[in-house]
T-cell receptor, first 113, second 111 residues
Framework: AQSVSQHNHHVILSEAASLELGCNYSYGGTVNLFWYVQYPGQHLQLLLKYFSGDPLVKGIKGFEAEFIKSKFSFNLRKPSVQWSDTAEYFCAVSKNRDDKIIFGKGTRLHILP | NAGVTQTPKFQVLKTGQSMTLQCAQDMNHNSMYWYRQDPGMGLRLIYYSASEGTTDKGEVPNGYNVSRLNKREFSLRLESAAPSQTSVYFC??????????FGPGTRLTVT
């Protein structure tokens, strides 16, 4: 069965610092990968997704993620974070175009002004 | 265009009571989902439905039933609520590009 691991449960950064959140998945076949964000008091919204092609995916709000198949990883990055990036971030995976989408446990990001 | 709507927003149940959480989407999506969100556990998939009339178990289906009677609506039923089912429940639907759209959630407390 597919599973998703997010290694950082809680990250605290200062504004302008660079961000990298880890995500690893367990399924060995073709996968679709997602990063979602949940701002305080809001519901989840999509940051970016990977299906195929260029392994470096750019999303909204300056976020990007890199798919490294050999490492089963899909880490989220942002060169310079802002206070407004304070939120919880979730990695998700599905087998190739399968409807079953599984989420990781989330990483709570706190940006100090 | 309301997106994904859920009712109720809050609910308190006593152990053993039953209830149904309602979810509807107006985006003509085929696939719909129920997740529960617990602190430190992320979102866990309870059930999903790839199309009207079909449902499949997710990661944590025990204690729940679902019903997809039409394309718009996907309900989640707790037949005999337990304190372990205290959680925030999110419904979602998925478009053709595999983006999921989430509802505002139902905060359920079982005492």
């Amino acid at each position: 069965a597919q599973s998703v691991s997010q290694h950082n449960h809680h990250v605290i950064l200062s504004e302008a610092a660079s961000l990298e959140l880890g995500c690893n998945y367990s399924y060995g076949g073709t996968v679709n990968l997602f990063w979602y964000v949940q701002y305080p008091g809001q519901h989840l919204q999509l940051l970016l997704k990977y299906f195929s092609g260029d392994p470096l995916v750019k999303g909204i709000k300056g976020f990007e993620a890199e798919f490294i198949k050999s490492k089963f990883s899909f880490n989220l990055r942002k060169p310079s974070v802002q206070w407004s990036d304070t939120a919880e971030y979730f990695c998700a995976v599905s087998k190739n175009r399968d409807d079953k989408i599984i989420f990781g446990k989330g990483t709570r990001l706190h940006i100090l002004p | 265009n309301a997106g994904v709507t859920q009712t109720p927003k809050f609910q308190v149940l006593k152990t053993g009571q039953s209830m149904t959480l309602q979810c509807a989407q107006d985006m003509n999506h085929n696939s719909m989902y129920w997740y529960r969100q617990d602190p430190g556990m992320g979102l866990r998939l309870i059930y999903y439905s790839a199309s009207e009339g079909t449902t499949d178990k997710g990661e944590v289906p025990n204690g729940y039933n679902v019903s997809r009677l039409n394309k718009r609506e996907f309900s989640l039923r707790l037949e005999s609520a337990a304190p372990s089912q205290t959680s925030v429940y999110f419904c979602a639907s998925r478009d053709y590009s595999y983006e999921q759209y989430f509802g505002p959630g139902t905060r359920l407390t079982v005492t």
